[in-house]
Structure formats: structure tokens, C-alpha cells
């Protein structure tokens, strides 16, 4: 009895610290994209984006609702995609992974939800052959006899689905639209995405379910870099 209630208590004890451990994730996360909301707030258009942003409206493009301006806008676009970051060699890489994408549909709601559908499908495709080959990498250096074909298959049927949970925190960037000649709506946007942030929780939830089939490529996980 004393035996069980030990086991309980080193179990309640690991989920509590597994807890506490995401906890300070996701407050980390958010002080840094509260930094980012801070920098865009006090930030001044620059000087390319003042360009770009006078050919767009000379084409018609617009902001929707009480949005920030075109060269506002752009100027955030810009920041995101010059901040670096350090790899697990120390080498400077970029931090944002960024894609643009535009739509036509009847209403502008609609056709900003098919852009940003369209927007996040790139990114997670190419994210997905990014984990695809660094799995099959670490699986083949392995050379376990525990893992088998079959398993491996498993694990690429699951990798599309899984990204696409991992994409929840994007950070909008370009949002504009204008009217076409037929009435439709036409939108352009760009979406950025934390790749810190990406990997943390691909991991997490391919952990998490590779865990539950009892699969044997949980362990390998923890050692994969996710280059992209």
C-alpha cells in the first residue's frame, strides 16, 4: 500500500512539474508577443514600406475596419522578417516563418478566411516535409530493429494533422483588400509564425500521441532538430 501511494505521489509530482513547465512556456510566449504588440504600437513606417504602401492604394487597396495603415502594416512585416535568432550551433537564423497569400471570394470575410487557410496551408507543407526528413533521418541513423515500417508509416499518416494543431499562434501581419470590377472581394495577407514556438509544440503534440499508440519513435523525438 505504502508502495502504491509512493508511485501516485512521484506520478502527481511529474505531472505537476510537466504543468509547471508549460505554464512558464506560455507566459514566456506571451511577455514576447506582448513585446512585439509593444513594438508595433511605437514603431514608424519605414521608408520602403512608404512606397509600397502608395502603389497599393494607387491600386486600390484598402485597410479593413479601423485597422493599422498599409505602411504600418508593412513596416511590421519588415521587423519580423529581420529578427534573428540563434540556432542549436549559435549560428544567427531567422526567427519568423513568413508566407503571403490573397484570395477572391463574394464577401471579404470570405475570402480572407480562404487567403489565411491558403497562407498557413504553405507554411504547414513545408513544415511537414521539414519533420518528415528530419524523422526519417534520425530514424535510419538509429538502426533499431524496434522500429519498424510499419510504425514509420504510422508516423507520416499523423505528421499533416498534427502540424496543423501546432499552428494556433499566428502573428497577423498584412491585411488589406480592395473591390473588384465583377463586385468581388479580393484580400492579401501575410501570416508569421514563431519557429521557437512551432517546434516546442510539434513536439509537444507528437510526443503526446506518439506516447499513446505506444509507438517507439517518442524516444528518437526528443533528439530531432527541426530545421526550418
Not at 143 to 151: E, G, L, P
Not at 185 to 209: C, G, H, P, W
Request: contains cysteine; aromatic residues 4%.
Amino acid at each position: 500500500m505504502k508502495k502504491m501511494i509512493l508511485l501516485a505521489a512521484m506520478a502527481l509530482m511529474a505531472s505537476t512539474a510537466t504543468f509547471a513547465q508549460s505554464a512558464i512556456e506560455l507566459a514566456k510566449q506571451q511577455r514576447e508577443l506582448n513585446k512585439i504588440n509593444m513594438q508595433a504600437l511605437n514603431m514608424k513606417p519605414s521608408k520602403d514600406a512608404k512606397k509600397q504602401a502608395k502603389v497599393l492604394k494607387k491600386a486600390g487597396w484598402l485597410v479593413p475596419g479601423s485597422g493599422k495603415s498599409i505602411e504600418l502594416q508593412i513596416t511590421a512585416d519588415q521587423l519580423l522578417a529581420e529578427e534573428l535568432m540563434a540556432d542549436e550551433n549559435g549560428t544567427p537564423v531567422k526567427r519568423y516563418i513568413q508566407h503571403s497569400a490573397s484570395s477572391v471570394a463574394g464577401t471579404q470575410n470570405a475570402a480572407y478566411a480562404a487567403a489565411r487557410a491558403a497562407c498557413q496551408s504553405e507554411i504547414a507543407a513545408m513544415i511537414e516535409t521539414k519533420v518528415a526528413g528530419a524523422m526519417k533521418q534520425k530514424v535510419d541513423n538509429a538502426q533499431t530493429s524496434a522500429i519498424n515500417a510499419t510504425t514509420i508509416d504510422k508516423f507520416h499518416e499523423r505528421v499533416k494533422s498534427i502540424i496543423d494543431a501546432s499552428l494556433t499562434r499566428a502573428l497577423p501581419g498584412l491585411h488589406i483588400y480592395r473591390v473588384l470590377k465583377n463586385n468581388n472581394y479580393e484580400v492579401q495577407m501575410t501570416l508569421s509564425f514563431d519557429k521557437k514556438e512551432i517546434e516546442a509544440q510539434i513536439k509537444r503534440n507528437m510526443q503526446r500521441e506518439l506516447e499513446l499508440e505506444g509507438d517507439e519513435l517518442d524516444e528518437i523525438l526528443d533528439e530531432v532538430e527541426l530545421d526550418f
